[in-house]
């Protein structure tokens, strides 16, 4: 069955930097393309970093262009996200996501806070 785990996660000052890691099993990874999605308390999950299956197009929510890197190794089964000069306001729950339609796959998520 499809997994994805998701670690990395942790609390960090504002500036400093974190790699989330996805690691995915269960599907032919390189199939499908993947994303990244974060959800702070109270509020919608939201599209952080999407990649396509082979890694050449990627694209990003305006509030981490610049900063998040959405990268993947197909050999490994794993999507990673570079999160560097890291904001108070990027705290959330970061998710994990394969579309395989109709069905969407999330992983359990991981913590990122960020202190000022």
């Known amino acids: 069955q499809v997994q994805l785990l998701e670690s990395g996660g942790g609390s960090v000052q504002a500036g400093q930097s974190l790699r989330l890691s996805c690691a995915a099993s269960?599907?032919?990874?390189?199939?499908?393309?993947m994303a990244w999605y974060r959800q702070e308390p109270g509020k919608e999950r939201e599209l952080v970093a999407a990649?396509?299956?082979?890694?050449?197009?990627?694209n990003y929510a305006n509030a981490v262009k610049d900063r998040f890197t959405i990268s993947r190794d197909n050999a490994k089964k794993t999507v990673y996200l570079q999160m560097n000069s890291l904001k108070p306001e990027d705290t959330a729950v970061y998710y994990c996501?394969?579309?395989?339609?109709?069905?969407?796959?999330w992983g359990q998520g991981t913590q990122v806070t960020v202190s000022s």
């Open positions: 990649i396509s299956r082979y890694g050449t197009t990627t």
């Open positions: 269960g599907f032919t990874f390189s199939t499908y393309p």
């Open positions: 996501k394969l579309a395989m339609p109709p069905t969407e796959y």
